[in-house]
């Protein structure tokens, strides 16, 4: 029996904060460090408020220089299709 609704919990981000994004990927500041090869669900909002869902793989991972730093991380962007990495391309704060 399917049930009349499903329940989904709210996903909380890895990331505490985005430092740099184009269109091959980000740098990202975590709380926990992210581990080289791990793959991770990347939901970004562009300014014109559509939606990308692609997926991101750790190329490389920082540890904390101060105590409860955090961790830096560069995330490549995998099976991102053309037209969404020319839209990332597109965006004024991402060129250059």
């Known amino acids: 029996m399917n049930p009349a609704a499903t329940y989904r919990p709210p996903r909380r981000s890895r990331f505490e904060r985005v430092m740099d994004i184009s269109p091959g990927g980000m740098r990202v500041l975590a709380p926990d460090c992210l581990e080289a ?15 990308i869902e692609l997926w991101a793989e750790v190329a490389w991972t920082e540890p904390p220089r101060d105590l409860g730093a955090g961790c830096e991380s560069g995330l490549r962007f995998t099976d991102i ?11 004024p704060s991402l060129q250059g």
């Open 81 to 91: 299709p053309d037209y969404d990495r020319q839209r990332l391309a597109q965006i």
């Open 37 to 51: 090869g791990e793959r991770l669900p990347v939901e970004l909002q562009l300014p014109d408020g559509i939606r």
